[in-house]
């Protein structure tokens, strides 16, 4: 977080200021950025899908058309009211909540959008690849602390990219005063390089990469 924080001060704060008001102006959701890399990435089989921490529920639907059975899992009841809404109409989608852990398996993919930063990641991940069915997959969007160069090069490609990002994807300024995040938000204390390793241990063969808009995907396919 540190070329954040300098950024925070830099210019007597002028500088982080004009960006939050530009991306004010033009606001996207970087999590729901992400719905196509996952739809891209399903697997072959496509049985039942497991969402955990589905939020609203926009991954739940757009995930409906690809799979017999969509289950959705979040912790937060008022999360699940909108997900239980948005997903209405859709008779394959169920949203539960409790413990993520206790949906039963076998499940031929695993979704999470910034939420193994939340969890345990190891274990975490170890459950996860408990409960795939062969040939099942992991498709996870996270956040991870910067501290390596590559880290921070990625962090300010974001910063800088951030708003025109927004613009393409919301070119009319928005009206009224920004809104907090819907949901629980939690800083990232494992860097890319930490999670990677503990990632790498636990699903061998997992392609972990950073991307814009301070994210990074991880993808594993367990073995038949």
Not at 24 to 44: Q, Y
Not at 59 to 73: I, K, R
Not at 154 to 163: G, H, I, K, R
Not at 193 to 199: A, F, G, M, S, Y
């Amino acid at each position: 977080m540190a070329l954040r924080r300098w950024a925070q001060t830099f210019a007597g704060g002028q500088f982080a200021s004009g960006m939050a008001r530009l991306n004010a102006r033009h606001p996207w959701s970087h999590n729901d950025h992400f719905h196509a890399w996952i739809l891209a990435n399903i697997p072959a089989r496509r049985g039942v899908a497991l969402d955990v921490g589905c939020g609203r529920g926009e991954l739940l639907a757009a995930l409906s058309p690809y799979f017999v059975t969509v289950q959705g899992n979040d912790i937060d009841a008022g999360m699940r009211e909108k997900a239980t809404a948005r997903c209405t109409g859709l008779s394959n989608v169920t949203v539960r909540g409790g413990d993520w852990t206790d949906a039963p398996g076998p499940v031929d993919a695993v979704t999470m959008i910034a939420v193994l930063h939340h969890l345990d990641a190891a274990a975490a991940l170890q459950h996860v690849r408990r409960i795939l069915a062969p040939g099942g997959r992991f498709l996870a969007v996270g956040l991870a602390r910067p501290v390596s160069a590559v880290d921070h090069l990625w962090d300010l490609a974001s910063t800088v990219t951030n708003p025109m990002i927004g613009y393409v994807k919301h070119p009319w300024p928005a009206a009224g005063k920004p809104q907090p995040a819907p949901f629980p938000v939690r800083d990232p204390t494992m860097s890319f390089d930490e999670l990677k390793k503990t990632v790498v241990e636990v699903m061998p063969g997992a392609v972990m990469r950073h991307h814009l808009a301070f994210r990074h995907t991880i993808l594993w396919t367990k073995p038949a």
